[in-house]
């Protein structure tokens, strides 16, 4: 697999692994911990090089379990984890972003990871309640301890990724995008392409809607997020589903899949541009890996904008509470 720069000299993979799903999210969680640790390795053998995990996830375990499994295989990968939430008896409770606790994560994710540094640390929310100057700052100083090599931002808004880019170099804001999902282009994209950070999409799939796995007569398992998210009631997957019939058509003129489209759509928006989609299994690392291998014209890619935005999407990407975090 070919390589991707992301801002500040970060290299990595130009598809990623999301490893949220190995232990939370999408229902019954794997029952067999060594099978998720062979996936982990098995996508760098495939060429996948850059990880993606939180504290938040589990919590704490999804950290413990990407730790496990890349530490034999440490020189070759980028980690990156998150900070932003106060977790009290193993659920998240709100925010958390004083200079204080982002410490204490990080120091807490360094052991549950097994490493000496943190590639990439992002702010998983934007806290209202402290300046995203402070948490500029504090990160710098993990950076200048050894600690953290890059800072990162998640479904920030540009005004607060430029505020904190003037304190400390912002790498990479990640963000939900993919072809219905389209929030970060207006002015998030611009932002980043103007001060030269990179972006990294999360559920490039649309949570696997965007695969042609998700119809109106699936049934979500118990504890799939999925069945919490307005966009995935009944009624709105069956006014989303012409953007994947057409997804799906184009991809057999190209002898690949749905989701391959998919994620080369969002690798032809810029060349700073790394997806993250997330699977437990190690076909679908296959499968999305060989996505940088599937062209799209001009034309193709301006025919699956054209149809996006004319179909339009029916139902909010996350909940009332979820939606009110986001862009801040």
Not at 64 to 82: C, F, H, S, W
Not at 260 to 266: G, N, R, T
Request: glycine share 10%; charged share 25%; net charge negative.
């Amino acid at each position: 697999m070919h390589t991707r720069l992301l801002g500040q000299g970060l290299r990595v993979s130009a598809i990623g692994l999301g490893a949220m799903g190995m232990s939370q999210s999408y229902g019954p969680n794997p029952g067999d911990r060594d099978a998720m640790i062979g996936v982990l390795r098995g996508a760098v053998e495939r060429g996948v090089t850059f990880f993606d995990t939180a504290e938040v996830y589990g919590p704490y375990v999804n950290e413990e379990l990407v730790g496990e499994a890349l530490e034999p295989l440490r020189d070759q990968v980028v980690i990156a984890t998150k900070f932003g939430w106060r977790i009290e008896d193993g659920r998240s409770v709100g925010l958390d972003s004083r200079p204080d606790q982002i410490k204490r994560v990080a120091d807490a994710s360094l052991r549950r990871l097994r490493t000496d540094t943190i590639d990439l640390f992002y702010q998983h929310r934007v806290d209202p309640d402290v300046p995203i100057e402070d948490v500029a700052g504090t990160v710098g100083e993990l950076v200048q301890a050894g600690k953290v090599r890059h800072f990162g931002l998640s479904e920030a808004a540009a005004g607060t990724i430029r505020r904190a880019h003037a304190v400390h170099p912002v790498t990479a804001v990640q963000s939900e995008y993919s072809l219905w999902t389209r929030d970060p282009e207006p002015d998030v994209l611009p932002t980043c392409a103007e001060l030269g950070i990179g972006f990294v999409p999360f559920s490039p799939l649309g949570k696997g809607f965007l695969t042609g796995t998700v119809t109106t007569a699936t049934e979500f398992a118990s504890g799939d997020i999925r069945a919490t998210i307005p966009r995935f009631a009944a009624d709105n997957r069956a006014a989303n589903q012409a953007l994947v019939e057409h997804l799906t058509g184009l991809a057999r003129a190209k002898d690949a899949t749905p989701g391959q489209v998919a994620l080369a759509w969002l690798l032809a928006q810029r060349p700073w541009i790394v997806p993250i989609p997330g699977t437990r299994r190690l076909e679908r690392v296959e499968e999305n890996a060989a996505a940088t291998r599937v062209p799209l014209s001009a034309d193709e890619r301006a025919d699956l904008d054209e149809l996006a935005a004319r179909i339009g999407v029916h139902g909010n990407r996350y909940n009332e509470h979820h939606m009110s975090l986001v862009g801040r």
